[in-house]
């Protein structure tokens, strides 16, 4: 098989340890469901998901049809999945045949899906996400009433698997009066289920942030996205753990996530000289320089022009020169004895040093999510001891 100008490597024991953090977090009653939307946030949904099976987890939450048919292709026959945005009508089909259950936030939803459990011969699980204050997705409190009675009645088909919101901002303890304010609405949509005598299976609210530090959102599932990959919610969530644990500093949530390349040309360079693209960098005196086979098209972000750094024989290499499309140089003038086709870390570790993905998003103002969500597909992602 030919060979990727880049490659992502995935660390199985920092998963498991980061997943024993969380379990000591939630206890272990709830179900742990790890959030594999935007491609495992750019772990790779197929790498990720065998993976974090092998850690005894076997309920996955996505945003989408299409991204459930990704986890259906490579998860175990008995691990479960739960689409949480967008799955299209004509897909209502397929998802109640393969027994994924969806959200349902709007009650004409409702009569469709019963429609194709019928068709299909099997029950529909559906999942009722209700409105307490994102004001995102939600059913509203006008429609929740009926759509419980409809599912009531249609028992034999329509399965009430869970009742849910979604917190908009727990990883900010300045929006706490808000997030305090959608709990209490979350209640009140329970107290209805309760008069009505129809309670879901399943009561889910919390996030990554909600699991970490606030335990009475901690329900019969917690949908968990960033902490699973290594990172903290926000300072707020580490500080809070910190605060409750008495510790100074803590390294409980590991980095699953290294991104790696190789140097494809080393090149002398004369004082004066610009390299790259327009006047965006002119060498002060004669440098040795690294060329990569890589850039932006590739996901690395080009706000890292003349700003970032990667790693080479464990030495911080500065980036010279605008990020092109797909290369870009470093100056190893002080990294004696480079060779073509020598490792380069571009996140991750390399003998005592260190680049993290704060590294690129604190330059760039890119959330960490979005910085790997937006890693292109293509490029291979293996899982490591």
């Not at 939803?109 to 019963?114: E, F, Q, Y």
């Not at 996400?129 to 599912?151: C, D, H």
């Not at 320089?289 to 750094?309: D, F």
């Not at 330059?363 to 292109?376: D, I, K």
Request: proline content about 4%; aromatic content about 10%; charged content about 25%.
């Amino acid at each position: 098989m030919v060979k990727h100008s880049s490659r992502i490597e995935l660390k199985q024991s920092a998963y498991k340890s980061n997943v024993n953090f969380i379990r000591k977090k939630i206890g272990e009653k709830p179900i742990l469901s790890s959030v594999v939307k935007a491609n495992a946030y750019g772990h790779g949904i197929e790498s990720f998901v065998p993976m974090a099976e092998k850690c005894g987890i076997n309920h996955f939450c996505v945003a989408s049809s299409f991204e459930a048919e990704q986890v259906l292709s490579v998860c175990k026959p008995e691990s479960q999945i739960l689409i949480m945005g967008i799955i299209y009508e004509e897909d209502l089909e397929w998802a109640v045949a393969h027994d994924i259950a969806f959200f349902v936030y709007y009650f004409d939803r409702l009569p469709k899906a019963l429609e194709a459990a019928k068709k299909v011969g099997k029950k529909a699980k559906i999942h009722l996400e209700v409105e307490t204050g994102a004001n995102r997705t939600g059913m509203n409190a006008k429609e929740f009433p009926k759509s419980i009675a409809y599912l009531k009645k249609n028992e034999d088909w329509l399965v009430f698997e869970g009742l849910c919101t979604h917190f908009g901002g727990a990883e900010s303890f300045s929006n706490q009066f808000k997030i305090d304010r959608q709990h209490k609405k979350y209640k009140e949509f329970l107290r209805q289920c309760k008069e009505k005598k129809f309670m879901p299976q399943l009561r889910h609210i919390a996030c990554s942030a909600a699991a970490l530090a606030m335990k009475d959102t901690v329900y019969d599932l917690v949908r968990i996205g960033v902490a699973q990959y290594g990172f903290w919610p926000s300072p707020d969530i580490y500080f809070s753990h910190l605060h409750e644990t008495n510790k100074k500093s803590d390294t409980s949530l590991k980095r699953i996530f290294s991104w790696k390349t190789d140097v494809m040309d080393i090149r002398e360079v004369d004082k004066g000289e610009f390299i790259g693209y327009g006047t965006a960098f002119q060498a002060t005196q004669k440098m040795t320089i690294a060329v990569l086979p890589l850039g932006y098209s590739n996901g690395y972000p080009r706000a890292l022009s003349n700003r970032g750094q990667v790693l080479i024989r464990g030495k911080k290499a500065p980036i010279v020169g605008l990020i092109n499309m797909n290369l870009f140089m470093v100056d190893i003038s002080h990294i004696p004895g480079v060779q073509v086709g020598e490792e380069v870390v571009l996140i991750g570790r390399q003998n005592n040093n260190v680049i993290n993905v704060s590294s690129f998003t604190n330059v760039t103002q890119l959330l960490n999510n979005e910085m790997l969500s937006r890693l292109p597909a293509a490029i291979p992602r293996t899982v490591v001891r």
